[in-house]
């Protein structure tokens, strides 16, 4: 299985500030995509990058992918209390998941 | 709302006992996905469906099994229960996930959790 592990495993930040994470995978992949978890709940998608996409926006979202370095990093610009939530990236296939990063932000 | 269903949302039961979990994809959705998610060991990919048929196997103990039925709803059956079962049990559905591979958005429902006392 292609496995996705992300970077930090938490991070806490304030309210207004940019948060970043990274993931990192083993093998060569079609596309990965960015989930969130709010505690206890399901997960919801994100956003998915292609292998032959370098960058992509959604909203406040930014994805970067590095194929080169089998990386992406997930951006969040001016955080809000609300996107406090674990964050998850997936490769293709059967999409297995890393343990996350915890986004903790602080009003 | 993603437009898949699991049940029971909650389940309590002893070591030793057999649980059913049931999940109802989203409509016109093939593939089904059953994951573990526990503190200690994240999110645990089990297994894989499509159109009935079984496509990927993750780490799904010998006491798990699953199946996909001709209406295409999912049932994962976990049975010799141990404490360290208890955990949120999510299944997620994609229109995608066939022999022609290739993946993409998965819906996740909201999840079982099992208490194993």
């Known amino acids: 299985s292609q496995q996705g592990e992300e970077d930090p495993q938490a991070l806490s930040i304030q309210e207004g500030e940019n948060a970043t994470m990274n993931c990192s995978y083993k093998t060569s992949i079609n596309n990965l995509q960015w989930y969130r978890q709010n505690s206890g709940r399901g997960l919801v998608h994100l956003i998915l990058i292609r292998s032959n996409e370098r960058e992509k926006h959604s909203g406040r979202l930014r994805v970067t992918l590095d194929t080169s370095k089998k990386s992406s990093s997930l951006l969040i610009t001016a955080s809000r209390a609300a996107d406090t939530a674990s964050y998850f990236c997936a490769t293709e296939g059967e999409l297995t998941f890393g343990k996350g990063t915890l986004l903790t932000v602080n009003p | 709302d993603s437009g898949v269903t699991q049940t029971p949302k909650h389940l309590i039961t002893a070591t030793g006992q057999r649980v059913t979990l049931r999940c109802s994809p989203r409509s016109g959705d093939l593939s089904v996905y059953w994951y573990q998610q526990s503190l200690d060991q994240g999110l645990q990919f089990l297994i894989q469906y499509y159109n009935g048929e079984e496509r990927a196997k993750g780490n799904i103990l010998e006491r798990f099994s699953a199946q996909q039925f001709p209406d295409l709803h999912s049932e994962l059956n976990l049975s010799s229960l141990e404490l360290g079962d208890s955990a949120l049990y999510f299944c997620?559905?994609?229109?995608?996930?066939?022999?022609?591979?290739?993946?993409?958005?998965?819906?996740f429902g909201e999840g079982s959790r099992l208490t194993v006392l």
């Open positions: 997620a559905s994609s229109a995608f996930g066939g022999l022609a591979g290739g993946s993409g958005e998965l819906f």
